[in-house]
């Protein structure tokens, strides 16, 4: 990142815990950066092995946080406990989560210890995806849902949406198991794969249920936001790229979108409307919307900074860092959000191997970093296994551009991605 960060040096002194974390490379500047201007950072982790995939915990890059505790992050108790001192008193100034599967607990965490946080009953409305559909109600940027618990079910939600539509897990992230199913045959697969799961990504039990949506053509884009004491900013508009059916994982951002000043308005009144309607009140949040015939549907909201590079397009081109204004936020500082100017344009290239295997070797990379203004932000190495299940997990990394504009870091990214080859030594069956 190029832009200078402001308004950070109120981390000095202060310290903050955090339950689970993101792995990719913004995040560990996000944490690299806060550490510089003081902050000291404990990372509370259920399993080391998700971040280092056999890999050795010392050279992971999250091994620089000040202290690592080994706690079951899904156990309330368990993480209060070691974040409180005998007297009963917190041992940290700010506890958060930037896991879709640990929000919620770190929001009853913080309040619990009396710390800032948002309300944990909103948290989990935004990340239980049919709960967030019945908040809406009926909204004209909702979408239509059935929740599917039983097999008996599918006929009268076939009749009721209609084909297409999007069949997906009530609580998942990273695109996992969404896909649009066109006809009986294609729903009664995907309700067979689907409600077969019964643990999360982070092996949390899930209830087989199955969120059926009527499917919406149009543009889908991302808003960047952070509330405060219940006001929600707009850092601004993300392009978001699909590779589309049948499934929808994303393959790359630019930001800012410009849009004409009616259509922004009526984008940031549904959002900020979502956002008041589900009672979310304090920290970032990613919110998914399409732009149909009829006005803008939302898609999904959750509640925590943006994967994928997207606060480090943002932190490009506004000057305020996502991850470092949510860390404010959990210490009791409030942001200097506003005014939030643009000044150029930034874009990402999300990096999906060809082939199944195991990698043997990168081909490329040189020419690829030697592209004008790109960074080549690769997360994976020799000997990992490639393309295990076709979601966001399949990405390997990341060409990232900081352009005049977003189109021509567009281009720039894509040509730097075009030139990496990952190959891999035998098929995984």
């Known amino acids: 990142m190029t832009t200078p960060l402001a308004d950070y040096a109120q981390f000095a002194g202060k310290r903050i815990a955090i339950v689970e974390h993101m792995q990719n490379h913004p995040f560990v500047l996000g944490l690299r950066q806060a550490q510089e201007h003081g902050l000291e950072v404990w990372l509370l982790t259920g399993d080391r092995s998700w ?47 930037f896991s879709d599967y640990h929000t919620e607990l770190a929001a009853h965490a913080a309040r619990r210890l009396g710390l800032p946080g948002p309300d944990p009953a909103a948290v989990r409305t935004a990340n239980i995806k049919d709960q967030l559909r019945i908040a809406l109600g009926d909204e004209p940027f909702n979408i239509p849902h059935v929740l599917v618990s039983h097999k008996a079910q599918l006929d009268e939600a076939a009749r009721r949406l209609g084909f297409p539509m999007i069949a997906k897990p009530p609580a998942e992230a990273i695109s996992y198991g969404v896909r649009r199913v066109d006809d009986m ?77 009616e259509e922004r308005d009526e984008l940031y009144s549904v959002v900020r409307g979502t956002l008041e309607m589900i009672g979310y009140r304090h920290g970032p949040c990613h919110t998914e919307v399409r732009r149909t015939e009829s006005g803008w549907r939302i898609i999904e909201a959750n509640p925590r900074t943006p994967s994928s590079c997207m606060t480090m397009l943002v932190t490009d081109v506004t000057g305020r860092s996502p991850i470092l204004d949510a860390w404010l936020l959990t210490i009791g500082v409030t942001p200097a959000i506003e005014p939030v100017v643009h000044s150029g344009g930034a ?46 997990s399949s990405c390997v990394g990341f060409t990232y551009c900081n352009g005049p504009d977003r189109l021509t870091a567009q281009a720039l990214a894509d040509k730097s991605a075009a030139l990496l080859d990952f190959v891999v030594e035998e098929e995984l069956r």
């Open 51 to 97: 971040y280092t995939h056999g890999h050795d915990w010392d050279s992971h890059p999250l091994a620089r946080v000040d202290r690592v505790i080994d706690v079951d992050t899904t156990d309330l108790e368990a993480v209060l406990s070691v974040v409180t001192g005998e007297d009963g008193n917190s041992l940290v100034d700010g506890l958060t989560s």
């Open 185 to 261: 045959e294609q729903l009664t697969e995907a309700w067979e794969e689907l409600s077969a799961v019964r643990h999360s990504l982070r092996g949390q039990p899930r209830s087989g249920d199955v969120l059926l949506e009527q499917y919406v053509e149009g543009v889908e884009v991302s808003v960047e936001t952070m509330t405060v004491d219940g006001y929600t900013h707009v850092f601004g508009v993300t392009s978001k790229d699909l590779f589309g059916d049948p499934a929808y994982i994303e393959c790359g951002h630019t930001f800012p979108v410009p849009l004409e000043d």
């Open 347 to 392: 874009a990402v290239r999300m990096i999906y191997p060809t082939r199944r295997g195991v990698l043997t070797r990168i081909d490329g990379l040189e020419a690829a970093a030697a592209v004008e203004n790109v960074q080549v932000l690769l997360h994976v190495e020799k000997g990992d296994a490639l393309l295990q299940r076709m979601d966001n």
